[in-house]
């Protein structure tokens, strides 16, 4: 950028050169004085006759007995003009009198000698070490004469800083070593920028605060991946897949790429390279980094590299466990270091590639010790957790210790470990923070153990019950078909957990609407059960609750109710009335209740289930969403809206907390709040709760599952309402489609939208076209649900409106029915 600048014509130009301070020489004061002074000068002219003299005086004072030779310097340099008048350098001869020193030099030394009077003369009067601490102080005047006399600036790279420190670490004051440094930046001041690199941010504002107003630090970010390709391709890396491997391996750092370049010229002069050959990560990058540090810094870094965070107390309990020889107090100054990260929150962490290059090229069992240290420091973390008080510090001690249980662990070890840590984060919901997880460890059983393992078969059924909490259907259905397969196979036929494999694979086809496929399954379970189990056992009394939820969404109500009964029954006794349980089975028993128009019978169960789990899971758990859902669905067929938008709020909240707002629930809750403000009149609302839950469900269900058709009869009937009567029936009839195909002719809500489709043929004037619907919808009623249901006397209502005035149709229902009593508008009191 800055040859660019130079050749672009502006009116001044910036000069610029660089210095590594891994060459050990140059961190010698005075040598470093010299490079930068005869780089500058022979780049740009520049002389530097201050520091020359008081450099060529320092030399001849430390050793009296040795002449200066002029060959050893440049022809424009003014010692060599002295030695040309005086054949010898001698300091205490030479320059008595600043005025006559230049009168015998030539014409264009005179300015100098009369700007820096004042340095020069006093040179013969201090001692070497004197002179040697000033040398600095003589260059920047040399250096910021030029920059003022020709308004040109000044770019001066450092690199490799941290060398300074190589053999010297430990010795006297830390930022004693680079205390010339800072006096010749502070000698040059304006029109110069040092642009200096190393591993560690500068500490000078120890020294003075003042030097904050100065530094302007950066950590090195990585090359964006177009730069870091154009790189590869100008050094002649053109295979697309090397290509690929440098810039992912070397995570932009430049360094990595260079070091790789390097190899890959290497590789290139004996054969054609490989991916293969920067599979790992090259020696060269630790050597580099670790090449000024010293013991003690080396041992801590090595463990360090193990976790992948820490803070300041994990920090000193790692360091004193492991004997590294680092002070606990020096925490700060070890994590100065440029590959070190330190958040705002004390939270610690060290650069991939360090942390690999360290863990390549250290003792493996020293490795291992310390990823067992770090997995039983986590485990302890994770005992005894209350699931309704599960923080993020109790999340991050998982996910960390899971990553040091797959280093730590053989295969079968791993899968038991991790059933046992992570059930509570299971029954807190936490299903997003556990699945990928066991989607790792099912990789490595498969890889370690076989795909007929019985550990395989357990992984298996435990993702896909993490696949069915979060609503991911399709992925379910394969994993636990593939966990029942291997049960089977491996197993006794009547092995409960074969009957437990079988009821969530039922359960997963109920609440994907396939019944036809729930209903053998629950059979096989209940002859596993009725040979292996006690009729009281919770796991016959959890199955029984399936299949009631079963039969309660086939719309056979009266042999739901019976098992639910018997359900509450078996789990009261034996877990006894406050378990988690029991509030699952109240819900489920309500929610029938609702279904069934026993209003008063299904309040009170809501309510208690409510208690229960919310002393059990806390208040934001997806089954409390549950009940909500439910219990507001209730309130608003009660005509108390209020109550039910409120807590319909509340369910979302938790849903799209805990599951996403992608999850088969969270549509449920829309559709539902879609039927509460179209009671509420509020159709534009209505309408867009409506869409949105059918978005969702066709996204994650599938176009012809039953809560589709559920979703698509209530914009029908909404449509129907606000007299858009055209636009509801393509919704009626792909409704009433999805839901005959899938529930069967005589299910509930077969009725329901054959009643809706009758009222659409109403409302246009279509008798002749509703009262068959209307006939078959009551029947259905009438059969599932019995003549008190208030859907029966809807759909009775419905249907002698439609009649109209046909009395003699109308006989018949007062034959059957008793007398039925209208009003005006023919609606039945």
Request: hydrophobic share 35%; glycine share 4%.
């Amino acid at each position: 950028m800055l040859e660019k600048h130079n050749k672009s014509n502006q009116p001044t130009r910036v000069i610029w050169t660089s210095i590594d301070f891994a060459t050990e020489q140059y961190r010698q004061p005075y040598k470093f004085f010299e490079i930068l002074s005869s780089q500058l000068h022979q780049k740009y002219g520049i002389k530097f006759n201050s520091f020359d003299i008081a450099l060529a005086t320092y030399l001849k004072k430390i050793n009296p007995h040795s002449p200066l030779v002029k060959e050893n310097y440049s022809k424009d340099s003014i010692v060599r003009d002295v030695l040309d008048i005086c054949d010898e350098f001698v300091p205490v001869n030479l320059i008595p009198n600043v005025y006559s020193l230049a009168k015998s030099l030539p014409e264009r030394y005179q300015k100098w000698a009369l700007k820096r009077k004042e340095d020069i003369s006093k040179l013969p009067d201090f001692e070497p070490t004197e002179i040697y601490e000033r040398l600095p102080v003589y260059l920047a005047h040399d250096l910021a004469d030029y920059l003022q006399n020709t308004s040109e600036s000044a770019v001066i790279f450092i690199d490799t800083y941290e060398a300074l420190w190589e053999k010297e670490r430990d010795k006297g004051s830390f930022n004693s070593r680079d205390e010339w440094f800072r006096k010749l930046i502070e000698n040059i001041q304006k029109s110069c920028l040092w642009v200096i690199c190393g591993k560690e941010s500068l500490r000078w504002e120890e020294v003075d605060e003042d030097w904050k107003n100065y530094l302007d630090q950066r950590k090195i970010g990585k090359l964006p991946e177009k730069d870091a390709l154009d790189l590869l391709k100008q050094c002649g890396i053109i295979e697309k897949d090397i290509q690929n491997i440098l810039i992912e391996s070397s995570e932009g750092v430049p360094y990595y790429l260079e070091l790789s370049i390097d190899i890959y010229r290497k590789i290139k002069q004996k054969e054609q390279p490989t991916p293969r050959n920067f599979a790992k990560v090259p020696e060269g990058i630790f050597c580099r980094f670790a090449k000024y540090l010293d013991r003690e810094e080396k041992e801590t870094l090595k463990v360090l590299s193990v976790p992948r965070y820490w803070n300041r107390e994990l920090f000193k309990i790692l360091i004193e466990k492991f004997n590294t020889g680092y002070p606990a107090t020096s925490f700060s100054e070890l994590h100065r270091f440029s590959f070190m990260d330190v958040d705002e929150e004390g939270k610690c962490s060290m650069h991939q590639l360090m942390r690999k290059s360290l863990q390549d090229y250290q003792d493996p069992d020293l490795k291992k010790e310390v990823h067992n240290f770090m997995l039983d420091f986590y485990s302890n973390q994770l005992k005894d957790l209350d699931i309704k008080a599960i923080t993020q510090e109790n999340e991050n001690a998982l996910t960390e210790a899971f990553y040091h249980a797959k280093e730590s662990l053989e295969a079968e070890k791993l899968c038991e470990w991790f059933i046992s840590v992570s059930d509570p984060f299971y029954r807190a919901a936490l299903w997003q923070l556990i699945t990928p997880m066991y989607e790792e460890i099912l990789r490595i059983l498969e890889a370690e153990l076989g795909p007929q393992h019985p550990n395989v078969a357990t992984t298996l059924n435990n993702l896909a019950l993490l696949y069915k909490s979060t609503g991911e259907y399709e992925k379910a259905l394969p994993l636990f078909q593939m966990a029942l397969a291997i049960r089977e196979k491996i197993l006794d036929p009547q092995n409960p957990d074969i009957a437990s494999t079988l009821n969530d694979l039922a359960e997963l086809y109920r609440m994907m609407g396939r019944y036809d496929k729930a209903f053998p399954l629950y059979q096989k379970i209940f002859d596993i059960y009725e040979q292996m189990l006690s009729p009281q056992n919770p796991e016959v009394a959890m199955a029984l609750n399936d299949l009631a939820l079963l039969y309660s969404e086939m719309g056979n109500y009266d042999k739901a109710l019976s098992l639910y009964q018997r359900t509450l029954e078996i789990v009261e006794k034996v877990m006894g009335s406050q378990h988690q349980y029991v509030a699952t089975v109240l819900d489920n028993l309500a929610l029938l209740y609702s279904q069934m128009g026993c209003y008063d019978k299904a309040l009170p169960l809501y309510q208690r289930a409510l208690d229960i789990n919310e002393k059990v899971l806390g208040p934001q758990h997806p089954d409390i969403a549950t009940i909500l859902n439910n219990l507001a669905g209730l309130y608003h067929y009660m005509g108390e809206y209020e109550k039910s938008l409120q807590l319909y709020q509340r369910t979302l909240e938790i849903i799209e907390k805990s599951q996403g707002s992608q999850h088969p629930y969270f549509a449920t809750t829309l559709n539902n709040i879609g039927g509460l403000y179209a009671s509420m009149e509020n159709y534009e609302r209505s309408l867009q709760h409506y869409q949105r839950a059918l978005d969702i469900r066709e996204k994650v269900l599938g176009s012809q599952h039953p809560n589709v058709a559920t979703t698509l009869n209530n914009i029908g009937l909404l449509y129907n309402n606000v007299g858009y009567y055209e636009k509801s029936l393509p919704f009626y009839q792909r409704a009433l489609k999805i839901l005959e195909d899938s529930l069967g002719p005589e299910h509930p809500e077969v009725a329901a939208t054959l009643n809706n489709l009758a009222i659409f043929y109403s409302n246009i004037g279509k008798y002749e076209e509703a009262l068959p619907l209307f006939e078959r919808a009551v029947d259905i009623i009438e059969k599932k649900l019995g003549l008190n249901h208030p859907y029966f006397v809807q759909s009775m209502s419905n249907l002698i409106s439609a009649s109209g005035n046909l009395v003699n149709e109308w006989s018949q229902y007062y034959s059957f029915y008793g007398i039925i009593y209208f009003d005006t508008d023919n609606k039945i009191f």
